[in-house]
């Protein structure tokens, strides 16, 4: 056993034999790289050039003033390309270079990873292909078009549920065949090791800034750090550096679809068993027979079956909580936001939001409404909402909310 | 001893190359599975390697994913093919059977009791594509209390420097994988396949099976003096889809295949 390679009993390498060498070649390249300051001067040259960091910590007035406790909103929809994603993208590509890769293969469910890695091959001069569930590609059409104009190859999946975790599957076979000149570039916290730790540490400047944002706004820490979880990418990024801040809870929303009670969700962590899936071990949306189940969210990033390891051991320390939110109240909380602060953030980001605004009223009721107002929560707004308006419209049309 | 180690010792004793094919179980159903294995013992067939069926099979081309598509959809689990293999056994079967699966099947049902299941129901062998060596601890202590069923290790042509090491106390035989990806592309081999069987053969006493990709004895013809004999999968599938899963196509295939390997 690489004991490196495990969070806890999470984590591990449960891939090919064919791909061993080529994890532990990437392991070593990532390893060394971290620690070259020129890669790092090149990274945050791009993180701020390019990308546009740092992003605004951003004092959310009015939401606060609505929820009953005070609620800074980390403003990664302000990113180039619209989301978090790009982050880690820019520090895989950049890595890939070094490596001498000519190639990038990326999976994508709603396409967001894919359009930040369509993005990062066309300014690093690399060929692109981009691996997407047929469903998938129906559901979001502007963002098939977005990685086309890149530049990108966009690879329609059509084996079992035609969605991510296909895609995943895909990538995954493409890789083996062709990890001699191809880099993979995973989008979320997940995979075999060395892919959750790199995803983390290139997505780990969203809380170094908001960790500095907050002393200064604040003069003290949050007393409560939110994110998203679909396979846990902006969450790990935006717990990273509060993990050692024991007074800071961390909360992972993950999406309850239709209800945890109905089966149709993606709470991997509410429901799941351990298992294994995309090279490694975590908590696993599963059916009776240890088959991989469907997972099911509106939102198409959170529409995940598993979650990043690093996310599960958190869970089972007790350092993280984890809890989720339903379809309705994500879009609830999504029209809300439009509407009290003018941002219209990604349905993924979403969940988020409707969990603070139910922490903030059990606040409340724990602590009086004087002290909740005292009480800080930083919020990952991982994404802006400009992709999901069809499916926003969708779901207005069907439930008749503007009326 | 194990039946697996048994058969290879035999082939060898009359200097033989071995020759196992793969299918899914439960394609088109576990009834007609049953009726193949038998075929395919009839045809002379040294190991079958059959699949249990999972839902995400990241190792598999199209040809086996389909397979196990449509087995999961019958209603074929893990269990029923436990089932099977009680029937199978008692009915007289002695061909060894290696099952082909993937390791969250192993870990759902229990990796203990998973095990002692093997045991019991004449489960000789298991190939896990996606347990590489170092991720086998957990699974060798259960199987290593027993010479019933055994872990049959995968090299692959970019494994190199890892081969030692994969081999160390290795049994049954070694599965080589031809080609880089997923099985089933197509008799297309690794471009270094010769040298890379070559330096198998040096690490190991066990015999080296190659496979991913066969479809006739003549694919594997130019390697034949660096192998001990030749596995086929996707192509096997396909035959039977075409003869509506003829136990008779089976038997025949196996046994001209395994022929035309000696000659």
Redesign the interface.
């Known amino acids: ?2 004991k490196k ?1 495990y969070y806890g009993e999470f984590g ?7 791909l ?3 994890l532990e070649e990437l392991d070593a390249a990532f390893e060394e790289a971290i620690r070259d300051p020129e890669f790092l001067k090149q990274y945050h040259y791009y993180l701020k050039q390019y990308v546009g960091r740092e992003t605004p910590l951003y004092y959310a007035e009015r939401l606060s003033g609505e929820y009953g406790m005070k609620i800074y909103l980390k403003r990664e929809d302000l990113n180039h390309t619209g989301a978090h994603k790009i982050n880690n993208v820019i520090g895989q590509i950049l890595l890939a270079k070094r490596m001498g890769k000519t190639k990038v293969i990326a999976e994508t469910g709603a396409g967001q990873h894919g359009v930040a890695t369509a993005t990062g091959a066309a300014l690093f001069d690399m060929e692109c292909t981009v691996y997407m569930g047929a469903e998938d590609i129906k559901r979001q059409a502007l963002n098939v078009m977005r990685m086309e104009m890149l530049g990108a190859k966009v690879v329609s999946v059509t ?2 549920s035609n969605t991510l ?2 895609a995943t ?1 895909e990538a ?3 890789w ?5 000149d191809t880099f993979y570039v995973i989008g979320s916290a997940v995979g075999p090791y060395p892919y959750p730790k790199m995803v983390k540490e290139f997505q780990s400047v969203i809380s170094r800034e908001a960790k500095k944002q907050i002393l200064e706004a604040e003069g003290r820490l949050p007393d409560v750090v939110m994110a998203c979880v679909g396979g846990g990418s902006n969450s790990i990024g935006m717990f990273a550096d509060f993990i050692e801040e024991k007074d800071v809870k961390l909360i992972g929303v993950e999406a309850a679809g239709k209800g945890i009670e109905t089966g149709e969700h993606a709470s991997a962590m509410a429901l799941g ?7 490694m ?1 975590s908590y ?1 949306l ?1 059916d009776e ?4 189940q469907l997972a099911h969210s509106i939102s198409a990033g959170l529409d995940y079956p598993g979650v990043g390891p690093e996310h599960a051991y958190l869970k089972d320390s007790g350092r993280a909580e984890y809890t989720s939110i339903t379809d309705v109240e994500a879009m609830d909380a999504l029209m809300e936001l439009c509407k009290v602060e003018g941002i219209i953030p990604a349905i993924e980001s979403a969940h988020a939001v409707a969990y603070v605004k139910k922490y903030a009223k059990e606040l409340k009721e724990k602590l009086g409404e004087e002290k909740a107002k005292e009480q800080i929560a930083v919020v990952c707004l991982s994404g802006r909402g400009d992709k999901d308006v069809n499916t926003i419209a969708d779901y207005l049309a069907g439930k008749g909310y503007l009326n | 001893m194990n039946r697996i180690e048994a058969r290879m010792e035999t082939c060898r004793q009359k200097q033989e190359k071995a020759f196992i094919t793969y299918i899914t179980a439960g394609l088109p159903d576990l009834a007609a599975t049953k009726e193949i294995i038998k075929a395919q013992e009839r045809g002379g067939c040294d190991v079958v390697e059959l699949g249990v069926p999972f839902s995400d099979p990241v190792a598999d081309g199209p040809v086996i994913q389909d397979a196990s598509y449509r087995a999961i959809c019958g209603g074929v689990n893990v269990k029923k093919i436990f089932g099977m293999m009680e029937e199978l056994r008692a009915e007289g079967v002695e061909v060894p059977i290696v099952f082909m699966m993937y390791y969250n099947t192993v870990l759902h049902y229990g990796v203990e009791a998973f095990v002692k299941k093997c045991n019991e129901t004449g489960v000789d062998g298991l190939i896990i594509p996606d347990l590489p060596f170092e991720e086998q601890e957990e699974i060798q202590r259960y199987l290593k209390q027993s010479d019933d069923t055994i872990l049959i290790q995968l090299v692959s042509p970019v494994s190199a420097e890892r081969i030692p090491k994969i081999l160390d106390g290795a049994r049954g035989f070694v599965y080589c994988v031809s080609s880089m990806g997923v099985t089933g592309q197509g008799a297309d081999f690794h471009k270094e396949v010769k040298s890379y069987l070559k330096k198998v053969k040096e690490a190991t006493e066990l015999p080296v099976m190659m496979g991913f990709g066969i479809r006739t004895a003549e694919d594997v013809a130019p390697m034949k003096e660096l192998i001990d004999g030749a596995i086929v999968g996707s192509y096997f599938i396909q035959l039977l889809e075409k003869q509506d899963f003829a136990p008779q196509a089976a038997e025949e295939y196996c046994a001209a295949f395994r022929k035309e390997l000696n000659r």
């Open positions: 056993m690489n390679a591990g390498q449960y891939v090919a034999e064919s061993m060498n080529t084996s079992g975790k296909d599957n995954i076979r493409t083996a065949k062709t990890a001699e068993e351990p298992g294994v899936l995309h090279g071990r696993l599963q027979d240890g088959n991989v």
